[in-house]
């Protein structure tokens, strides 16, 4: 029998959410529309990865896009966040980005309360 898509796994969406278990208040800082609002393109998380990079840094090198600084500088740097919660955030978007953006992105297709 053939499982139906919205019964179906979903190990990037059970890994977002294994991440705010560990690190609530991430839902909350750089990398808010990746983690709660599921945008899972490649673009998002590398707009992400870059903002939680520079949080970390305070460089604007680190950022993804250029333009991003005068946000940044409105967000004064995400200087609320935990260092720590940072890095993990970091190294949680670069191991999205190892998953194909096809295959991210198909379980938010599949589910029906997203």
Do not use: K
Not at 64 to 69: C, F, G, H, N
Not at 81 to 89: D, G, Q
């Amino acid at each position: 029998m053939a499982e139906s898509p919205e019964f179906a796994p979903r190990p990037v969406l059970a890994s977002i959410h294994d991440f705010l278990q560990a690190w609530p208040d991430a839902e909350f800082g750089p990398a808010h529309i990746v983690l709660s609002d599921h945008n899972l393109e490649d673009e998002h998380v590398r707009w992400c990865l870059g903002l939680a990079r520079a949080a970390i840094s305070r460089a604007p090198e680190d950022l993804y896009r250029t333009d991003d600084l005068p946000f940044m500088v409105r967000m004064d740097w995400y200087h609320r966040c935990v260092r720590e919660e940072l890095a993990a955030t970091v190294i949680f978007l670069e191991q999205l980005l190892n998953i194909p953006e096809p295959l991210r992105v198909a379980e938010i297709e599949l589910d029906p309360w997203d």
